[in-house]
């Protein structure tokens, strides 16, 4: 939550891209008029949404510039189906996956922001949660075994969201002073993982030989992670 200004840059990317992939989706199928009508309310929507993020930038003082792009929704798209019947349901769970994962952070950022941004974004929680449930209920009446695809489709978008990230790992390598070590926690079956295992405390004790002295500590995470960690720490 330090960088709260990159987080209302990124969100603000956001919204626009949910609002062109609605679009998108009403474009590629015109004969599907219940989509297109479900989609063009929802682009308005998404639309909405960044307005309310500009107007935030603009009340705080924050300047556009431009964020590297994620690899997370590049990474779901290369995971789709090439048939026109499968790509359209794999677009429209990739949507309600990306809708719900923005949800979940939403919920976790209510906590741990000041006012007003707390309240502006426990007000916009409802609606990803809202949006998550419209493109899981289209995509459910477009195609059979959607379910089974979704729980495919949602272990690729896990992964893309807590993987190893390359540019930490550039960070790593470019600056001596800083470190990267992941940890996994839940360790999927036939994985190759080589890396840290356990909990992040766990893995902090391990790397740091349980000896905190003369270091600082920012935390970020979910209460009981945070929690574990400060106990570790003292």
């Not at 679009?23 to 929802?42: G, I, K, Q, T, V």
């Not at 603009?58 to 090439?82: I, N, T």
């Not at 996956?97 to 979940?104: D, G, M, P, T, V």
């Not at 992670?225 to 570790?232: D, K």
């Given at each position: 939550?330090?960088r709260?200004?990159?987080?209302?840059l990124?969100h603000?990317?956001?919204?626009?891209?949910?609002?062109?992939?609605?679009?998108?989706?009403?474009?590629?199928y015109?004969?599907d008029?219940?989509?297109?009508?479900?989609?063009?309310?929802?682009?308005?929507?998404?639309?909405?949404?960044?307005?309310?993020?500009?107007?935030?930038?603009?009340?705080?003082?924050?300047?556009f510039?431009?964020?590297?792009?994620?690899?997370?929704?590049?990474?779901?798209?290369r995971?789709?189906?090439?048939?026109?019947?499968?790509?359209?349901?794999?677009?429209l769970?990739?949507?309600?996956?990306?809708?719900?994962?923005?949800h979940?952070?939403?919920i976790?950022?209510?906590?741990?922001?000041?006012?007003?941004?707390?309240?502006?974004?426990?007000?916009?929680?409802?609606a990803?949660?809202?949006?998550?449930?419209?493109?899981?209920r289209?995509?459910?009446?477009?195609?059979?075994?959607?379910?089974?695809?979704?729980?495919?489709?949602?272990?690729?978008?896990a992964?893309?969201?807590?993987?190893?990230?390359?540019?930490?790992?550039?960070?790593?390598?470019?600056h001596?002073?800083?470190?990267?070590?992941p940890?996994?926690?839940?360790?999927?079956?036939?994985?190759d993982?080589?890396?840290?295992?356990?909990?992040?405390h766990?893995?902090?004790?391990?790397?740091?030989?349980?000896?905190?002295?003369?270091?600082?500590?920012y935390?970020?995470?979910?209460?009981?992670?945070?929690?574990?960690?400060?106990?570790?720490?003292?």
């Amino acid at each position: 939550t330090e960088r709260w200004q990159d987080l209302l840059l990124d969100h603000a990317n956001c919204e626009k891209k949910a609002a062109s992939t609605a679009l998108a989706l009403m474009f590629a199928y015109p004969e599907d008029f219940e989509l297109a009508e479900r989609m063009s309310r929802l682009a308005r929507e998404e639309l909405r949404h960044f307005e309310l993020v500009q107007q935030q930038l603009v009340a705080f003082g924050v300047p556009f510039r431009r964020l590297s792009p994620s690899r997370y929704a590049e990474g779901l798209r290369r995971r789709l189906r090439r048939d026109e019947a499968g790509r359209r349901v794999d677009l429209l769970l990739c949507g309600a996956l990306i809708e719900a994962r923005s949800h979940e952070r939403f919920i976790g950022l209510i906590g741990r922001l000041p006012e007003p941004l707390s309240a502006f974004y426990a007000s916009l929680a409802a609606a990803e949660a809202r949006h998550a449930g419209l493109y899981l209920r289209l995509a459910d009446k477009r195609g059979a075994g959607v379910h089974g695809r979704l729980h495919e489709l949602a272990s690729i978008e896990a992964e893309l969201a807590t993987a190893v990230d390359a540019e930490f790992r550039a960070l790593a390598a470019k600056h001596p002073n800083f470190t990267y070590v992941p940890a996994l926690s839940e360790e999927p079956a036939g994985s190759d993982w080589d890396g840290a295992r356990g909990f992040v405390h766990e893995a902090a004790k391990a790397h740091f030989n349980n000896d905190f002295r003369g270091h600082k500590a920012y935390l970020c995470g979910p209460p009981a992670m945070i929690e574990a960690c400060i106990t570790a720490l003292m």
